[in-house]
């Protein structure tokens, strides 16, 4: 625990990263208990004292703070429109979409031991497919991928290391609820992701990937020891995509 204030700007960010996952609209007090949540552990003990006037943390006051700040730079909608609730702008969501990238991103490590993960990730009380992501289950599967997508063997350098997305096969979301495992996800490139969650790309349990666009297959997926694609995340995800092949 260190005595230092977490910086307006780390505050900026966590709230944005809460709006974002809430759906962009989040109550007052949820967005309160959903910091405590997700950041309380990195709060140092100055921030969880009170204030001068002693009715609440020093960290939730300078939260307060920030959010009239990132009002004033068009980020949230101004508290007299959305009264009681804190709303991300257009300029909000871009400044949400950043970060999110941001953590995605991060540079090729050695292979960790597989963490378990979680069957029933938790998921923000509202309209939203958006869940809190584990990103230990995330982080392993693009490491021991080297950062390699499955598909199509391409490996993106970035200048802060290379990047790779983890691709959920069941989607964890309502009403898909898939769990957050392993063997339920894929290192994938941003492009074969894209098109594999929009069920462009079906993988047969023998591992072969097919366009269903335009029938082509695209050979085997990629496997790594370590990794195991668990056949029944594939079956759901046919289910949900798979046509009866038409011819294109
Ligand atoms: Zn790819």
């Not at 098109?195 to 695209?218: H, M, P, R």
């Amino acid at each position: 625990m260190t005595a230092e204030l977490t910086a307006q700007q780390v505050l900026r960010e966590w709230l944005l990263t809460v709006l974002g996952e809430g759906g962009g609209s989040v109550p007052t007090a949820r967005a309160l208990t959903e910091m405590e949540r997700r950041y309380g552990k990195l709060l140092s003990e100055e921030d969880q004292s009170l204030t001068m006037r002693g009715d609440e943390s020093k960290w939730w006051n300078r939260t307060r703070f920030e959010r009239k700040n990132m009002e004033r730079a068009k980020l949230l909608v101004p508290a007299s429109e959305s009264r009681g609730v804190w709303t991300l702008t257009e300029a909000g969501w871009g400044e949400y979409r950043k970060i999110e990238r941001a953590e995605e991103l991060e540079v090729a490590s050695p292979v960790p031991s597989q963490p378990v993960g979680q069957e029933s990730p938790s998921r923000a009380e509202v309209v939203t497919q958006r869940v809190i992501r584990s990103t230990a289950v995330a982080d392993y599967i693009k490491r021991i991928h080297s950062h390699i997508c499955q598909i199509c063997g391409t490996r993106l350098i970035t200048p802060i290391g290379a990047y790779a997305e983890a691709a959920h096969i069941r989607a964890l979301g309502h009403p898909h609820s898939g769990p957050d495992v392993a063997a339920n996800v894929l290192c994938l490139c941003p492009n074969h992701h894209v098109l594999f969650d929009f069920g462009a790309l079906i993988i047969s349990d023998t591992l072969i990937v097919t366009d269903q666009c335009s029938g082509v297959s695209l050979g085997q997926l990629r496997e790594a020891p370590g990794h195991e694609i668990g056949r029944e995340y594939l079956a759901y995800h046919r289910s949900r995509h798979g046509r009866v092949s038409h011819a294109h």
